[in-house]
Every structure is written in structure tokens, then in C-alpha cells.
């Protein structure tokens, strides 16, 4: 009987990025996703999403319940005050978006969260716990409070957590697997004084990369997976020198080696 074939593991990332109505995940809106799937093998990108986000209201996610009465859907139509999540013109601005574009094109939020899960299903290219897509970006803690965010407000959190690598904190609260182009490019870059910033721009720029229409979040996606490869292929090809490996003499000579 032949013996079993073990199939190389494929890994991937979803590389992420949202444009938001502000900086503050707990009381601004996000108005754009770009999602982009990728091999970390060979930096093929396989599936791509690009939508608006249709404005949408604040929700109160902590604190005390509130007693429950019963309405009719008029009612709770007629009374229902709650205001949206904020849009500063100063985001707004930045990104090229328009409250109009949102109405006229975005989508419901639901439907975003639903799509970002089936989005990491269909990423998955390899059976394991340890196969299951990271996420990938530029200051990605930003986009991780955003997405997090639209998880909770469409009770989706669970399917989040079975689709994407992560882990559980101290606290019992998920946390996403995920690697932060700026890291990357501190890698390469960090024995360069002429490097001052780290911003995607000027990362791109030391690397050579073009960034067409910055803060737009399909280009800084791509933007991103480039930097991210570019990066990979020094670190893997050790361009510009050897690395200095300081050897420790064993002090312990009851350990067998």
C-alpha cells in the first residue's frame, strides 16, 4: 500500500482596507471595502471585492438592556430616532466620497459583513486551522477595529471568527491573525536613515511601486499586496547582505543536542 501524499499547505492573506467617515471606529462609519485574496507563495491574487457602504445608524452594543415593549413596525418606524454613525466632511474629503455615492451606490451593511466571510471561505485553499486566510494591510489595527465593528453590528461575529486565523485573548475576545505592511517595510528598511516614514505612499515610492489614486481602498489594496511581495522577495532572496548571526557558547553541557 503506497503511502499517503502530503499535499504542501497553501497559505493566503485577504488583504484589507476600508475608507471610513472618520478615525474612530466606535462612532464614525465605514463608507468603502477592498478586499484582495492571495498566495503567500507565489503573490497570485485570485478573488477581488470592491463596494460602497450604505449609510447606517449607530447601534448600542454594552450596557444595561432595556425593557422590551411591544410595537407594531409603524410604530417602531414613526419612533425610531436613533441618528446615523458620523461622516466627517474631513474624511470625506480625503477619500473623494460623497454621502450621495453612499446613498446611490453602497451597499447594506449586512450584506458587507456577509460577503467579507464567504470573501475568506472561498480564500481557503487548504484544509487546517493554520491555512485559514490572515488578514493583510497598511496600519491594519485601524481596518481591524472597522471590520470589527460592522461584525458586531451584524451579529456575524461567530462566522468571523470560524473563517479567518485568529485566537482568543485573555479576555475571551477574538483577536485576527494578521501582518502590518509597515512591519514589513521596517524589515527592509530599517538600517536606512534616508527612510524617515512609513507611510503606504513612501513605502511604495522607496520600493518602486506606483500608487495610483491614493486613498481610494482598491488601490491601496493593491498597493499593499505589492509592497508586501516586494518586501517578501528581499527578505527571501537577503538583498543587500548577510545578516550577522551572533553564536552563544553553551554554558549547560547536560543538555543533549
Given amino acids: 500500500m503506497a503511502a499517503p501524499k502530503n499535499e504542501p499547505k497553501i497559505y493566503v492573506g485577504v488583504a484589507l482596507d476600508f475608507e471610513t467617515g472618520g478615525l474612530d471606529c466606535v462612532k464614525h462609519a465605514c463608507t468603502q471595502i477592498a478586499m484582495q485574496a492571495v498566495r503567500f507563495d507565489t503573490w497570485e491574487v485570485f478573488n477581488q471585492y470592491v463596494c460602497y457602504i450604505?449609510?447606517?445608524?449607530?447601534?448600542?452594543?454594552?450596557?444595561?438592556?432595556?425593557?422590551?415593549?411591544?410595537?407594531?413596525?409603524?410604530?417602531?418606524a414613526q419612533n425610531d430616532s436613533t441618528p446615523l454613525m458620523e461622516y466627517e466632511d474631513v474624511a470625506l474629503t480625503?477619500?473623494?466620497?460623497?454621502?450621495?455615492?453612499?446613498?446611490k451606490m453602497g451597499a447594506d451593511y449586512k450584506k458587507i459583513a456577509s460577503d467579507i466571510i464567504e470573501f475568506g471561505r472561498q480564500a481557503t485553499l487548504s484544509k487546517g486551522m493554520q491555512t485559514k486566510p490572515?488578514?493583510?494591510?497598511?496600519?491594519?489595527?485601524?481596518?481591524?477595529?472597522?471590520?470589527?465593528?460592522?461584525?458586531?453590528?451584524?451579529?456575524?461575529?461567530?462566522?468571523?471568527?470560524?473563517?479567518?486565523?485568529?485566537?482568543?485573548?485573555?479576555?475571551?475576545?477574538?483577536?485576527?491573525?494578521?501582518?502590518?505592511?509597515?512591519?514589513?517595510?521596517?524589515?527592509?528598511?530599517?538600517?536606512?536613515?534616508?527612510?524617515?516614514?512609513?507611510?503606504?505612499?513612501?513605502?511604495?515610492?522607496?520600493?518602486?511601486?506606483?500608487?495610483?489614486?491614493?486613498?481610494?481602498?482598491?488601490?491601496?489594496?493593491?498597493?499593499?499586496?505589492?509592497?508586501?511581495?516586494?518586501?517578501?522577495?528581499?527578505?527571501?532572496?537577503?538583498?543587500?547582505?548577510?545578516?550577522a548571526m551572533t553564536k552563544k557558547e553553551k554554558t549547560r553541557s547536560h543538555f543533549k543536542i
Avoid at 449609510?55 to 413596525?73: A, E, F, M
Fill in 94 to 103: 480625503y477619500s473623494g466620497i460623497t454621502m450621495e455615492m453612499l446613498y
Fill in 134 to 243: 490572515l488578514l493583510l494591510g497598511q496600519n491594519i489595527l485601524f481596518d481591524i477595529g472597522f471590520l470589527q465593528q460592522l461584525m458586531n453590528y451584524a451579529d456575524l461575529t461567530k462566522e468571523f471568527e470560524k473563517t479567518y486565523a485568529g485566537h482568543k485573548d485573555f479576555y475571551g475576545n477574538f483577536q485576527p491573525h494578521y501582518v502590518d505592511t509597515i512591519d514589513l517595510a521596517r524589515f527592509t528598511f530599517a538600517h536606512d536613515p534616508s527612510v524617515t516614514s512609513y507611510k503606504l505612499e513612501l513605502i511604495a515610492e522607496h520600493l518602486g511601486i506606483e500608487l495610483d489614486d491614493a486613498h481610494d481602498a482598491a488601490a491601496d489594496v493593491t498597493a499593499t499586496i505589492n509592497v508586501a511581495s516586494v518586501c517578501s522577495a528581499k527578505l527571501r532572496n537577503n538583498e543587500g547582505g548577510t545578516v
Fill in 54 to 76: 450604505s449609510p447606517y445608524k449607530k447601534q448600542d452594543l454594552g450596557g444595561v438592556p432595556k425593557r422590551k415593549i411591544l410595537r407594531s413596525k409603524y410604530e417602531l
